[in-house]
């Protein structure tokens, strides 16, 4: 899987769930600061991720998810590792 | 009047569960009833909701364990779709004096009444924020703010719930789910009637009404905070029980 593929299926999730425009959103765009986006949010985001890859992220691992690039590494190294 | 919801009632087989999936079938919600042992019970409760041209599903699940819960959520979803109401009314009682009351008994109350409910709604709680949209109500007890002597485990397990649900409703009321509580005094169930004829004698005479309630009428309030006009209840410990419990 590429990373840019990863990166769009977090930009499509940002879209559904948070109801951003996509043209709005970047690597370093940050979930709290620039989409407003509580912790409930980024959860939904992440479990729409781990459906979407058959992946199951653990808790602790979200903690230093920041940004939509991070999102993507977090998805990236657990891809990887399965 | 059909809202195309799905909803789950544990302990739905009997007494308030039974009165609660006929009433949430009423309100046009294709219903699954949730029993334990009782199928035959809980096939009487289809017939009930099917006659009055509703839509109901019995489904094993002993809520104790979250593999069933598991098993049993994602049989409804596939027969009947998302379930976004959720009605925990599953709930057993081991009464006995404290001092007599030994861990296993402690675990196996707390284990149906309080991890249940976990249970259930961390399975289904997802499928609610999918759906933007949710309703969860615990049902709880009179006793649980009262206290019981010789009900330390149902009264501590009852009192959980509701910060349980409080927590919920802070959590998830911008989704909006909404989670509350409804508190059910005396009720004519077999439940009660186990604890025998005179003690429900005893419980009818300290209700201001003088009676015991039914199961209806706890049905008809919890279908009421199943319902899009309840969507600004959120966090609510509402008392069904005549008045027993004023002031707590």
């Known amino acids: 899987m590429e990373r840019t593929d990863i990166l769009d299926a977090v930009y499509d999730a940002c879209v559904e769930i948070l109801k951003v425009d996509k043209a709005e959103l970047g690597e370093g765009t940050s979930f709290a600061e620039d989409l407003d986006a509580d912790s409930l949010a980024l959860v939904e985001v992440v479990m729409q991720l781990e459906e979407q890859f058959d992946l199951r992220i653990p808790e602790d691992d979200l903690d230093d998810v920041a940004t939509i690039g991070a999102a993507a590494d977090l998805v990236a190294s657990h891809l990887a590792a399965a | ?248």
Not at chain 2, 11 to 17: D, E, P, V
Not at chain 2, 143 to 163: E, P
Not at chain 2, 219 to 248: K, Q, T, Y
Request: hydrophobic residues 50%.
């Open chain 2, 1 to 248: 009047m059909s809202t195309d919801r799905v909803a789950l009632v544990t302990g739905g087989s009997r007494g308030i569960g039974a009165a609660t999936a006929t009433a949430l079938a009423a309100a046009g919600h294709a219903v699954a009833i949730g029993y334990r042992s009782d199928e035959p019970a809980a096939a009487v409760v289809q017939r009930q909701v099917e006659d009055a041209g509703g839509r109901a599903l019995p489904v094993q699940v002993d809520v104790a364990d979250p593999a069933s819960v598991d098993a049993a959520v994602t049989g409804i979803e596939a027969e009947l779709g998302r379930i976004t109401i959720a009605v925990n009314n599953a709930g057993i009682t081991d009464d006995g004096l404290f001092i007599r009351t030994d861990p296993e008994h402690w675990r196996r109350v707390l284990g149906t009444n309080l991890d249940g409910a976990f249970h259930v709604i961390h399975r289904v709680a997802p499928g609610m924020l999918r759906a933007r949209w949710g309703r969860i109500v615990n049902v709880s007890s009179v006793v649980g703010l009262m206290g019981s002597a010789g009900q330390v485990s149902y009264a501590s397990s009852k009192a959980a719930l509701v910060g349980l649900t409080r927590s919920l409703a802070r959590e998830l009321g911008t989704r909006p789910i909404t989670a509350n509580v409804v508190a059910p005094g005396p009720i004519e169930t077999e439940m009660l009637a186990a604890a025998g004829d005179e003690r429900a004698a005893q419980l009818a005479a300290l209700v201001p009404a003088g009676r015991l309630g039914r199961p209806d009428e706890v049905a008809a309030a919890i279908a009421f905070l199943c319902s899009d006009a309840a969507g600004f209840i959120n966090g609510a410990v509402l008392p069904v029980d005549g008045g027993l419990g004023m002031g707590h």
